[in-house]
Structures are given as structure tokens and as C-alpha cells.
């Protein structure tokens, strides 16, 4: 079975900086490629970043500069290094295997401004 468990998600004040981390199992994160999501209230689901299996990455062009996506194949977990925050981050955030349909169950990202 496989799980995604998204962690690191909280309230932050704009400008700041918070490191989200999805760990999986059931799944080797190195053989796919994987990729953050979010979804703000009232909003469709938004690309933030992906990372193919070959580690190219290609971010969403609102966190282009800001977010760094990652992923640690030893632990298996993929991370999103957010800084410079901005209210309209606001989103709960998902890690995902898109290829997989495999979705995590998603963290709260509040920014105030």
C-alpha cells in the first residue's frame, strides 16, 4: 500500500520561510517522478514544482526563485523549501507521484500578511 505523509505545513508571517517533507512507502520516490501540488480555497489544484525521475525539476511560475523542490532517495521523502512567502501562497499543500495518481493527503500553508 502506498502512502504519502506530507508534514511541515503551519502559519507563517510574509517573508518567511517554512520547509514542507512528504514521506513515502510503499513506493521507491527515485524511480518516478513525484512533484508538489496546492490548492487554495475557491481555486483549481496548482502545479508548484516537479522532479522527473532523472532529478530535471520544473517549478510553477508564481514560485519560480522562491521554492526549491527535492528529494532524498536514502529516506525517500521529497521536500519544497519555501521562502520569501507571500499571502497568496496560502494553500493546502499535496505531494504526489503524478504518473501513479498517488496523492498524499495534503498540509496547511497559511501566510499573513
Known amino acids: 500500500q502506498v502512502q504519502l505523509v506530507e508534514s511541515g505545513g503551519g502559519l507563517v508571517q510574509a517573508g518567511g520561510s517554512l520547509r514542507l517533507s512528504c514521506a513515502a512507502s510503499g513506493i521507491l520516490l527515485r524511480f518516478a517522478a513525484v512533484g508538489w501540488y496546492r490548492q487554495a480555497p475557491g481555486k483549481e489544484r496548482e502545479l508548484v514544482a516537479t522532479i522527473s525521475s532523472g532529478g530535471f525539476t520544473i517549478y510553477g511560475d508564481s514560485v519560480k526563485g522562491r521554492f526549491t523542490a527535492s528529494r532524498d532517495n536514502t529516506k525517500n521523502t521529497l521536500y519544497l523549501q519555501m521562502n520569501s512567502l507571500k499571502p497568496e501562497d496560502t494553500a493546502v499543500y499535496y505531494c504526489?507521484?503524478?504518473?501513479?495518481?498517488?496523492w498524499g493527503q495534503g498540509t496547511q500553508v497559511t501566510v499573513s500578511s
Open positions: 504526489t507521484v503524478p504518473g501513479r495518481n498517488y
